[in-house]
């Protein structure tokens, strides 16, 4: 086995606030919505909770933006250039998913630090962190001071536009998280990337093994 | 010098008794006979024969001259002696009249006195007259004790003697005649002119004021009718004096009606007398009248409506009060007609501050304003309203309500602070750029054929569809127009019905949570020439519906007004996630044989190797 140094600290610490903002983002945001269904808090206790932590989520995007940045290591978010290679790799991807795994192919991807993601990964949280997380954030925003960002939100086309885009990001985030969740156990043991989501560190076996 | 007198002392000489004609000679000094009042003229015997002849002669001369005098003189007494005899029936009469206290009864036991003031009289117009010129029946020689039913009775009766020297015409001549004396029910002509105390009315008061002139007849009991209706035109001046306008002349405001003129008019009903007489009020209070004109209390009466209050109908005609009255309990005019309204708000915080006496409270104008009154201002502009006075409302709210700013914009006060009214959604076109209401006319104008297709509503009211035609057509026509949404009450007259702070609602949930019941009931306002509003029912669906999205792009609340399609998007795309690790999951644990037999294959082959 070998290890692999993929998760620097800053990295791991944003990724766990914004797990754990996340998860009580999307509750509060299901008693804010659904009150008819779910009555865990008051609407109240649910809006107060759900304000907090979507200042946290502002704040701690940032980290990741700053470190990233700073870093120079903003570059594995970016895929390849070439439209060729890009399309060759997301298939060869979807092919090991759909196909190899089930039949105890390789990832053809192998993480390291600075070529952790695959294509298809690279692809998705670009559109993530560069586009939904800022648009998420920019439209609670609006909706946490309605009057006081009524030129924005007129601008954006008014208050159901800008709550219906936070809602529609809001079934995706939730959506992708079990997806998220259940790729993070295709290490090559199920708790091998969620472990090295805490310490920092990859295990790999060292001539590759599938399983 | 030749005049003497009885008992006087003279000197010797003859002198002639004026009285008897007879001379007496004296010697000597002496005292003349007769007392002081005899008369003697001392004249020489010689000078009798010289001024006889002369004396003679002129007296033939002048005898044509003398029987003309004496003609005169005799014609002249026996007009005297007519006189004297007039002067003989007054004085007859005055012997009894000229004492206070005499009191006729009529059969209904009312009393009048019989006193007459002769020297009043004398300077009336009808001083020239003596007093059988109008009370024919007595005389001299007959005084018959009359019997009249009442005090009104008589009057009438002896009114009748009037005409004896006022002829029809001259009387009916006057206007105000023309309408007093031909209907029924006519007063008699003392009633105006008094009895014993005639003068002329017009110009015969000149010296009396303007309104002691008028009140002359209109103190009296004076009606007019008017088909069907009776107008009392009695005054009562105790009443008008108390008024602010106690000092004004009657014809400050009855502006054609003078000492010399009394023109008649003619009005449909008392109603249409009373408009057109408070038009008046603007000669003083022009600002108040420009004021009323943009209410909608003008508004009404613009669109015909004659019930519509006018000046007089809050303000009293003769007995118009000061502004502080009209601010209390008991003096609001307002209650007159809004008398449930007036009721609620007796019971609420406000009308039970005022009811203690509690200093600034407020009564209806506080929030309606008096005289430009608007319509359902309060659940419109809540801020203009309410915190015209609740200063501090924005900074409490932002205490404890998120979004507290939004929130008093788009949820009437009311709405929160009546918290056992039922609630309604009113929807209104609102221009973007001003951010006024617009009205009825204007929404026709920018809609055309499609006003008419959107106030036909449907039976659940305006639908989703409606809504986004009529949008896009305010778009089309270049109109930066949008509806606006407002939670307010149902009823308006539940506004009024406001709690005391600590009963307002304050918890969230009442209003965003889908099964809320605020959301249940959608009008849209429409407002109409008069200032009225016409609400049109709009199916409640509409505000959780896609196609509102942008009509109704100002209106949401959280949760309770979601947009549906969201929902089922949002089932298909978490399950849509969920399944992802379930089916990659079984189908992991499906091929795991192939993966099996792959790996020992693979370990067969190295083995081998």
Known sequence: MKKIYLHPLPVRVWHWINAFSFLLLIVTGLQIRYRDVIKMTSFKTAVDIHNIFGFVLFFNFFIWLIYYLVSGKFNIYIPEFSLRSLIEGSIRQARYYGYGIFVGEENPHHSTPDNKFNPMQQMAYLNIMALFIPMQIATGLLMWDVKGFSQWIGLAGGIKIVDSVHVLLFLFFTSFLFVHIYLATLGHTAFAHIKAMFIGYEEEPEHGHSH | ?609
């Not at chain 2, 005898?63 to 007494?77: A, F």
């Not at chain 2, 008094?194 to 000149?206: D, E």
């Open chain 2, 1 to 609: 010098m030749f005049r003497f007198y009885g008992g006087q002392v003279v000197k010797k000489g003859t002198y002639w008794n004026l009285s008897s004609g007879e001379s007496i000679e004296l010697e000597r000094e002496k005292i003349l006979p007769g007392n002081r009042q005899v008369r003697y003229l001392k004249v020489p015997t010689t000078g009798i024969f010289i001024l006889g002849p002369i004396s003679g002669l002129l007296f033939i001369c002048l005898l044509p001259l003398m029987s003309l005098l004496l003609g005169i003189t005799l014609l002249t007494r026996i007009a005297t002696a007519s006189d004297a005899l007039k002067s003989d029936e007054a004085a007859m009469c005055m012997g009894c009249h000229s004492a206070q206290g005499v009191v006729k009864t009529f059969k209904n036991k009312e009393k009048v006195s019989v006193y007459i003031e002769e020297s009043h009289f004398k300077n009336t117009v009808h001083g020239f007259l003596t007093c059988t010129s109008c009370h024919s029946t007595v005389s001299m020689d007959n005084h018959p004790s009359a019997q009249y039913a009442s005090k009104k009775e008589f009057a009438i009766q002896i009114s009748k003697a009037c005409k004896t020297c006022h002829s029809d015409e001259q009387v009916l001549a006057k206007p105000i005649h023309k309408q007093a004396i031909t209907r029924a029910n006519a007063p008699p002509c003392s009633d105006c002119h008094g009895s014993h105390s005639i003068s002329k009315v017009s110009g015969g008061k000149a010296e009396a004021s303007n309104s002691q002139y008028c009140l002359t007849c209109h103190k009296k009991d004076l009606n007019l009718s008017m088909k069907g209706e009776t107008l009392s035109l009695t005054i009562d001046e105790t009443i008008l004096r108390k008024s602010v306008h106690g000092n004004h002349n009657c014809s400050d405001c009855h502006v054609s009606f003078s000492k010399k003129s009394h023109p008649v008019k003619t009005f449909g009903s008392k109603r249409e007398l009373s408009i057109s007489v408070a038009g008046v009020c603007k000669g003083c209070h022009p600002e108040k009248y420009k004021q009323y004109q943009g209410s909608i209390h003008s508004n009404m009466l613009m669109q015909g409506n004659l019930n519509a209050p006018v000046c007089t109908d809050c303000h009293g005609a003769h007995s118009v009060g000061p502004k502080a009255l009209a601010e209390t309990i008991s003096g609001v005019p307002c209650r007159k007609c809004h008398e449930a309204t007036f009721e609620a708000y007796k019971a609420s915080v406000h009308g039970q501050a005022k009811i203690n006496g509690k200093n600034g409270a407020p009564i209806c104008s506080s929030c309606h304003s008096a005289h430009e009154m608007r319509p359902a201002l309060a659940s419109r502009s809540p801020r203009a309203t309410c915190m015209g006075c609740h200063r501090n409302a924005s900074e409490l709210h932002k205490e404890w309500l998120p979004n507290s700013d939004i929130h008093l914009e788009a949820v009437a006060c009311t709405a929160c602070h009546v918290p056992d009214a039922e609630r309604r959604v009113y929807l209104r076109v609102t221009d973007s750029a001003s951010g006024e209401n617009i009205s009825k006319a204007r929404v026709k104008q920018f809609l055309g054929a499609n006003y008419e297709s959107l106030t036909l509503a449907k039976a659940n009211g305006i639908e989703d569809q409606q809504l986004w035609d009529m949008y896009r057509k305010l778009g089309d026509s270049g109109t930066k127009a949008s509806l606006t949404g407002t939670l307010g009450l149902n009823d308006c007259n539940q506004s009024h019905s406001l709690a005391p702070k600590g009963k307002a609602l304050k918890q969230c949930d009442r209003c965003h949570d889908a099964d809320s019941k605020f959301f249940k009931a959608v009008s849209m306002a429409i407002i109409t020439p008069d200032g009225h509003e016409e609400r049109y029912n709009v199916n409640p669906a509409v505000l959780s519906s896609m196609f509102t999205i942008l009509p109704l792009n100002q209106f949401y609340a959280l949760g309770s007004t979601r947009i549906k399609i969201l929902d089922i998007i949002g089932i298909m795309m978490v399950v849509g996630g969920m399944s992802v690790p379930i089916v990659h999951l079984t189908l992991r644990i499906l091929t795991s044989p192939i993966r099996e037999a792959r790996r020992l294959n693979k370990l067969r082959k190295e083995g081998r190797r």
